[in-house]
């Protein structure tokens, strides 16, 4: 059975930091092949890809995240991080990892509040 495990979320004030990490298990053989993103869901919007990181480690941001969130892997670990700095109030949402090769799995998610 194939799990993502997200965490590292919480509340901060704003113009803070926090690093979610999410630990991927059933995959593991497989682990880096995969795409893995990170993706996010405000009340009332869309879910949003936030970044995302190749098997080559080629990384993708969307504008509103360059520069202050940074995406990285340890295929040793299989695990993806997503270090947020100078978070803002906008980027509070429910952050979800996905590992994506052949079939696109999710994880369940982990809040992150940020306060004005």
């Known amino acids: 059975q194939v799990r993502l495990v997200e965490s590292g979320g919480g509340l901060v004030q704003a113009g803070g930091s926090l690093r979610l990490s999410c630990v991927a298990s059933?995959?593991?053989?497989?682990?880096?092949?995969?795409?893995m993103g990170w993706y996010r869901q405000a009340p009332g919007k869309q879910r949003e890809l936030v970044a995302d990181i190749t098997s080559g480690r080629a990384t993708t941001y969307a504008d509103s995240v360059k520069g202050r969130f940074f995406i990285s892997r340890d295929n040793a670990k299989n695990t993806v991080y997503l270090q947020m700095n100078n978070l803002k109030p906008e980027d509070t949402a429910v952050y979800s990892c996905t590992a994506s090769w052949m079939v696109q799995y999710w994880g369940q998610g982990t809040q992150v509040t940020v306060s004005s």
């Open positions: 059933g995959i593991e053989t497989i682990f880096g092949r995969n795409r």
